[in-house]
C-alpha cells in the first residue's frame, strides 16, 4: 500500500458553500429588482387616481392629501410586490421539501397578500368615500413592514 504524498492537493472544499454563494448572488438580485419594480408600478398606479373626497385639508405632518395617498399607494405596492415574491419563494420551498413550516408561512404570507389588497387605496376608493379621522396615514408603518418583507426575501433566498 501507498501512503498519502506530503504534496498531495488539498480536499476539496464541502458542496454546500456553492449554493450559499449562489443564493446570495440571487438574494442581491431579485431584492432590488422587487423593489425597484413595485415602486415604478406604484409611481404609475399613484399619477392614475382621483383623490378621494376629503374632510380636511393638510396630515399632521404637512404633506397634502394627494401626495400622502400618492404616498401609501407607492408604497404599499411594494408591500404587496414582496409579499407575492414570498409565497413564490415558499411554494417552490414546499413544492421540494412538503415541510409544514413552510405550507404555514404560505398561508400566512396570503394571508397578508390579502389584508394587502383589501387595504389597498384603489381598492378601498372603489368602495366609497373615505372618512380620514383618528388613525390617519403614516408612511412609518408601511416603511417599517417594506424593511421587513426586504429582510426576509433575502433571508429567504439564501
Do not use: C, W
Amino acid at each position: 500500500m501507498m501512503s498519502e504524498s506530503p504534496l498531495a492537493p488539498p480536499p476539496a472544499p464541502p458542496a454546500e458553500e456553492e449554493p450559499k454563494k449562489t443564493g446570495r448572488r440571487l438574494g442581491l438580485v431579485v431584492v432590488p429588482f422587487v423593489l425597484l419594480v413595485s415602486i415604478l408600478i406604484g409611481v404609475l398606479l399613484a399619477q392614475s387616481i382621483q383623490p378621494p373626497p376629503i374632510f380636511f385639508n393638510r396630515y399632521p405632518f404637512y404633506l397634502s392629501i394627494e401626495r400622502a395617498l400618492e404616498l401609501h399607494i407607492v408604497l404599499s405596492t411594494v408591500e404587496m410586490a414582496l409579499l407575492a415574491s414570498l409565497v413564490v419563494v415558499y411554494v417552490k420551498v414546499y413544492a421540494s421539501t412538503r415541510a409544514y413550516f413552510s405550507l404555514g408561512l404560505i398561508v400566512v404570507f396570503v394571508a397578508l397578500l390579502v389584508n394587502s389588497i383589501t387595504t389597498y387605496p384603489l381598492v378601498v376608493n372603489q368602495v366609497g368615500p373615505v372618512i380620514i379621522g383618528s388613525g390617519n396615514f403614516f408612511p412609518y408603518t408601511d416603511l417599517l413592514a417594506i424593511v421587513a418583507y426586504s429582510v426576509f426575501l433575502f433571508i429567504s433566498l439564501e
